[in-house]
């Protein structure tokens, strides 16, 4: 069960986070003629599955530093909270167009590994340290992103709960990353309920901020 949840919620976060990198990826090949479009799209999708995947393997890496893994849990309560109160969901789609096949590759590349910083740091802390995890997640959830992206999107703008289904995970991930992290596992160790009490805490207290900011946002816009 441990396992099944880890995944579903590394397919949530690669749903909600990269939803709209399949958007980047359109941009940068639009200017290019359809057969080449089909196919910088593709191979420029796998490379930047192949660059996403080698990342996330060297965070997992990382986050068996002392600190970091609750440095990443404290940077992921802000990404979830930046998602659920930025219009555009903390990202811009300020992609040129690319010229050639091969441009366009590097580009699709480039952007996403750019953009999908905040996604592999999320994978990673949901992981626990497995790379099956990993790869099964980016299997399963690849497509549907590249695919469906604009579905997703539609569905998130017709339904906007769906938003703080994703921010909800995103922050039970963080808290788990902070519980998890060794120098405080004397702390937790005695401090059973304040463990378990970490978790509402940390989601709640994301869900109910940006709850809190975004009627005011709407209100002066």
Same mark, same amino acid.
């Given at each position: 069960?441990?396992?099944?949840? !880890?995944?579903?919620? $590394?397919?949530?976060? @690669?749903? #909600?986070?990269?939803? %709209? =990198?399949?958007?980047?990826? +359109?941009? *940068? &090949?639009?200017?290019?003629?359809?057969?080449?479009?089909?196919?910088?799209?593709?191979?420029?999708?796998?490379?930047?599955?192949?660059?996403?995947?080698?990342?996330?393997?060297?965070?997992?890496?990382?986050?068996?530093?002392?600190?970091?893994?609750?440095?990443?849990?404290?940077?992921?309560?802000?990404?979830?909270?930046?998602?659920?109160?930025?219009?555009?969901?903390?990202?811009?789609?300020?992609?040129?167009?690319?010229?050639?096949?091969?441009? !366009?590759?590097?580009? $699709?590349?480039?952007? @996403?590994? #750019?953009?999908?910083? %905040? =996604?592999?740091?999320?994978? +990673?802390? *949901? &992981?626990?340290?497995?790379?099956?995890?990993?790869?099964?997640?980016?299997?399963?959830?690849?497509?549907?992103?590249?695919?469906?992206?604009?579905?997703?999107?539609?569905?998130?703008?017709?339904?906007?709960?769906?938003?703080?289904?994703?921010?909800?995970?995103?922050?039970?991930?963080?808290?788990?990353?902070?519980?998890?992290?060794?120098?405080?596992?004397?702390?937790?160790?005695?401090?059973?309920?304040?463990?378990?009490?970490?978790?509402?805490?940390?989601?709640?207290?994301?869900?109910?901020?940006?709850?809190?900011?975004?009627?005011?946002?709407?209100?002066?816009?």
């Amino acid at each position: 069960m441990d396992f099944l949840s !880890a995944l579903a919620a $590394i397919i949530v976060i @690669d749903l #909600v986070l990269a939803g %709209d =990198n399949a958007i980047v990826i +359109a941009l *940068a &090949a639009r200017n290019l003629p359809k057969d080449l479009q089909r196919r910088a799209i593709a191979w420029g999708t796998v490379g930047a599955v192949l660059v996403r995947a080698s990342l996330t393997v060297a965070v997992l890496w990382l986050l068996q530093i002392p600190g970091l893994m609750a440095a990443g849990g404290a940077l992921l309560v802000w990404i979830a909270y930046r998602l659920l109160t930025s219009d555009d969901g903390g990202r811009q789609h300020d992609v040129a167009p690319a010229v050639g096949f091969w441009a !366009a590759m590097r580009t $699709i590349v480039i952007a @996403d590994a #750019v953009m999908g910083l %905040d =996604n592999v740091l999320a994978v +990673a802390g *949901a &992981a626990h340290g497995s790379i099956l995890l990993v790869v099964l997640g980016l299997v399963i959830s690849v497509p549907i992103v590249v695919w469906g992206s604009t579905l997703i999107l539609r569905w998130i703008e017709r339904f906007p709960w769906l938003l703080y289904v994703g921010g909800a995970v995103l922050a039970w991930t963080a808290a788990g990353m902070i519980v998890a992290e060794p120098h405080f596992q004397d702390f937790f160790a005695e401090r059973t309920a304040f463990k378990n009490a970490l978790y509402p805490i940390i989601i709640g207290g994301v869900l109910g901020f940006a709850w809190l900011r975004r009627p005011r946002k709407e209100v002066l816009q």
